[in-house]
């Protein structure tokens, strides 16, 4: 990052990763970063009230994991260090699609696994340890937003202003003041309510129900598992006769994270027979055979949600100044398709682009000075979400259970276009290859259209009607 002047104070709401990682990018344009956050974090890497998706299978997907080696260039040794592993997309991997296994081979295309409380501290001990212009504050609670004028005489704010946030601590109030406030505390964030009593209007949402649950639970392997040719298996549902999913993955201390997820209100059960059972209903029989002969080390852990959310800040005619919406607090997406940490990421690259060109245009103006920003970065991070939210809406709607608005001609048609790209995976390397880019958001859905997979669709089908 090019050295800019820094001044004033930036505020992030919400201490899990995609406040760290906005934190981490405004570090770089302001004198002081308060970090707040509701939970108190555990010493060492382990769960807490705040992430009860905690204790679930997390991939970073591939941009993700590039995004955020640059942020902290010391976080994949790291990690590394404490036990994750480094996985090859590809030749590491096996899915079972409804057409039969995907392709395996060297892709060049790695990920690191582990739990998401490992990389959480990880990244946390990156900032205390190198960023010396942050500060958290632990146990602490945001429960509104003061609009107004700051308590700095000389600086000018109408009643669009957002200057600061009110804060309970210990059961004492308090209001901290900044030049900007980003609210990153999640999909159930209170940033609407709060919107709406300072007499702002009520963003419009968009809402993608698809009534799933997982449960999930850590196992060590035995020998007789013979996992020796793979370190990640993905068995993925079946549209229309099968909303089974199942997962293994690798974590530290040799352990593995075993998920089960049910789309349409098919929930997985939380005790052990259920668990197993389910399981044994997937569309392949080996996660079942993987478990069956596994030592469990954990308890099963149940999680259900809703499905995807976006609130759009962006459609709002009279927005709040100093305020934006970050990470799930503006687009919340299906945890099934693992896109949350890596749309933060993202996330955490428009803040810092946009807030570099803001200065660039109002001619390197004090920072402080931002009225417009807001705006002009929901626009940019909206338009940005829009791909992840095609991406991962697209299951959801193939399926009759799921609650939505009806989508538009031109995501229907890729929608379907690209199942059939993914439905190639067994036979064609390129289809393969490229339908991994583009979930695993290195590239946009064009890298579908490649003339070769187009032949192979094509073959494909005169094969099918010849039958």
Known sequence: MEKISKEGKSIVIGGGIAGLLASRVLSEHFADVVLIEKDHYPENAGPRNGTPQANHVHVLLMKGKQILTELFPNLERNLLDK?????DLLADARYLLKTGWAMSFDSGMYTIACTRQLLEHTIRNE????YTNIEILEDTRVTGLVAGKNK???EVNDHRTIVGVTTVFQNAQRIVYGQLIVDASGRNCETSNWLEKLGFERPPETKVNSYIGYATRQFRLRAKNNHANWKVMIILTQPPDNPRMGIIYPVEKDLWWVGILGIGKTYPPTVEEGFLDFARRLAGSEIYEAIKYADPVSQIYGYRENGSRQVHYEK????PE???AFGDSVSAF???YGQGITTAA?????LNKSLRDFRRKRERKPTKDLIGFAKEFQKRIAKVNSFPWLLGTSEDLRWPTTESQSPNLFTRLIQKYSNHVMLLGPKSHIATISFFEMMHMVKSPLVLFHPKIILDMILT???????
């Open 316 to 319: 709002m005619k009279n927005g």
């Open 322 to 324: 100093n305020f934006i």
């Open 127 to 130: 900032i205390l340890t190198h």
């Open 346 to 350: 993202i996330g955490a690259t428009i």
């Open 152 to 154: 700095k005489e000389d």
């Open 334 to 336: 299906n945890p099934f």
């Open 461 to 467: 089908k005169i094969m099918n009607i010849q039958r």
């Open 83 to 87: 036990g994750a592993h480094k996985i």
